[in-house]
């Protein structure tokens, strides 16, 4: 044997006991269980509170009548949470609330995943980030604040659970570098976070499609959201948003302006904004009002655009409740107007084009068979009775005359005190699926809870029992859109999601379609 070979023959009898070798165990980095914010720096007490929460004993108690929307996820006893008592100093409808953040001290990156659990709101100011420290910095160094230029962000998946997150931290082993827990929205939000592991474990494929509460729904899931744009410096909040393509094959976003980051202030809310994009993960034109308020035209207000595009006439359309005597005295008018390039509009000459008893929330204007149908609610107040809280249809060939109102009826054989409203409708094949935001009875009033799902093959007839397959997180009515690609998203815009988020849709055509059991949870305060 050659002297360089057999001075080498120990080493390659080392190969396989290394590549066989087990991965390094999970280290955890912080987990909270001190009861303290022992390991982080934080700026401005007013987001975190003074001490991570007890859920069990802060946050899971009864409130009549339902009880508190039942969280589950972190580890051991306690998390970190957007501050529990800012709903009470403050009061729930409040929205301008301190923000701030918690800063963890320096560690070494020594595993290649770096993972975590998180619950929490979308919005461009909430998220997780991991922030290297200066190269050459050492642990005696490394105690100033250095730049904040995140090499990896987590942002919300409206979710009140706490599920596994996390990144690929690979590139950065044997770095030094901290993590920020952001809260600064200038909002009260969700937010709760635990348990950070270091770990040669991957995440699982598809973690953020999977089902976190026994009531999501198995149907369908929308995936990692990305923000097509930030519109919090251009407005206080937008809702209500639609999302079209048009015949140059641009894509255009329309939302109403909110007045206050709550939306209670909706009488109050006159412009429609406008932004234009290539691709919808691109980049996107400035937001700009495009349609305001017209006074002299007989217009209270201006809300809940709906916007579809007819690709017959080359015309953007769009729908809003346009009028009444306030906003709780009809009858309540929905008003039409068109336009060529979805910035200049004109509206029409007979506007309101039909009134309604009451406040009609737009929801949304779908195709069935060869002609148009609009979908709406008839319930603008929290306050309304649930027996009022009706969806009704009207048809139309043209997008211009309307035919008189069908209510689509949701009914229930065991007999369920139910409202709706906001609904939102698309057909995948011959499977219609309805979106409508839940209103349940609290004390003979409703609250909105979430975005419910019913599939079947009538538009027109559902039944609770039999239709009902769960809850999609998202709030409001969000709309879905089918892109370029073939691949179905869904565009979720609140008032408290800092602008307009897109997911693509996962769907399981392979689940049979059995009903969801309807066991409404309570209420999901954000704190």
Same mark, same amino acid.
Request: charged content about 15%.
């Given at each position: 044997m050659k002297p360089a070979v $057999?001075?080498?023959?120990? +080493? /390659? +009898? /080392?190969?396989?006991?290394?590549?066989?070798a087990e991965p390094r165990a999970a280290r955890v980095l912080f987990d909270f269980e001190s009861g303290t914010f022992a390991g982080w720096t934080q700026e401005g007490e007013e987001a975190f509170g003074l001490r991570p929460v007890d859920p069990a004993a802060e946050m899971l108690h009864a409130q009549p009548p339902n009880g508190r929307y039942r969280f589950a996820g =972190? @580890?051991?006893?306690?998390l970190v949470s957007h501050n529990i008592t800012l709903s009470k100093r403050f009061g729930l409808r409040v929205t301008r609330v301190p923000g701030g953040r918690l800063v963890s001290d320096p560690f070494t990156i020594d595993r290649d995943f770096l993972t975590f659990k998180l619950g929490a709101v979308l919005n461009p100011g909430v998220y997780v980030a991991l922030v290297l420290e200066p190269e050459g910095a050492g642990p005696a160094e490394a105690t100033g604040r250095p730049a904040v230029v995140p090499v990896r962000t987590a942002y919300g998946n409206n979710k009140f659970d706490l599920v /596994?997150?996390? =990144? @690929?931290?690979r590139e950065y082993r044997q770095r030094r570098a901290r993590l920020h827990l952001v809260a600064d929205t200038g909002a $009260?939000?969700? #937010?709760?976070?635990?348990?950070?592991? +270091? &770990?040669?474990t991957p995440l699982p494929d598809d973690v953020l499609y999977a089902r976190s509460h026994w009531l999501d729904t198995p149907l369908l899931a929308p995936g990692k959201y990305h923000l097509m744009f930030d519109a919090r410096q251009v407005g206080p909040a937008f809702w209500h948003a639609s999302v079209v393509q048009g015949h140059d094959g641009r894509w255009h976003c329309f939302a109403e302006e909110s007045k206050e980051a709550n939306g209670y202030l909706g009488h109050a809310n006159n412009l429609v904004y406008h932004a234009s994009a290539a691709d919808l993960r691109g980049q996107w034109s400035s937001f700009e009002p495009v349609f305001f308020r017209d006074r002299d035209r007989g217009e209270t207000w201006l809300r809940d655009p709906t916007v579809v595009y007819d690709p017959a006439r080359?015309?953007?359309?769009?729908?809003? =409740? %346009? !009028?009444?005597? !306030?906003? &709780?005295? %009809?009858p309540f008018g929905i008003h039409l107007a068109t336009s060529r390039d979805g910035e200049h509009w004109e509206r029409d000459a007979r506007n309101p084009i039909f009134t309604h008893d009451?406040?009609?929330?737009?929801?949304?204007?779908?195709r069935e068979g060869g002609r148009w149908v609009m979908l709406y609610s008839n319930v603008g107040d929290e306050a309304v009775p649930v027996d009022r809280c009706r969806l009704f249809a009207r048809t139309s060939d043209n997008l211009r005359e309307w035919s008189g109102p069908r209510e689509i009826r949701v009914t229930s054989t065991q007999g369920q005190e139910l409202g709706h409203s906001r609904p939102q409708a698309f057909q995948r094949g011959k499977e219609w699926f309805l979106l409508t935001n839940?209103? &349940? !009875?609290q004390q003979g009033r409703t609250? #909105?809870? #979430?975005?419910?799902?019913?599939t079947g093959p009538d538009l027109f007839s559902w039944d609770v029992e039999r239709d009902y397959r769960g809850n999609l997180n998202v709030f409001d009515s969000s709309s879905v859109v089918i892109d370029a690609a073939g691949d179905w998203n869904l565009v979720h815009c609140h008032v408290t999601s800092g602008g307009p988020w897109i997911a693509r849709l996962r769907f399981h055509d392979e689940i049979p379609r059995r009903a969801c059991p309807v066991d409404w949870p309570g209420i999901p305060l954000a704190n």
């Open positions: $057999r001075h080498l023959f120990p +080493l /390659l +009898l /080392l190969v396989p006991a290394l590549a066989a =972190w @580890e051991g006893r306690y /596994l997150r996390g =990144w @690929e931290v $009260r939000v969700l #937010f709760r976070v635990d348990h950070f592991v +270091l &770990t040669d080359r015309l953007y359309v769009m729908t809003y =409740w %346009g !009028s009444g005597r !306030s906003p &709780t005295a %009809g009451f406040a009609p929330l737009n929801g949304a204007i779908v839940n209103r &349940t !009875s609250r #909105f809870l #979430f975005t419910q799902v019913y």
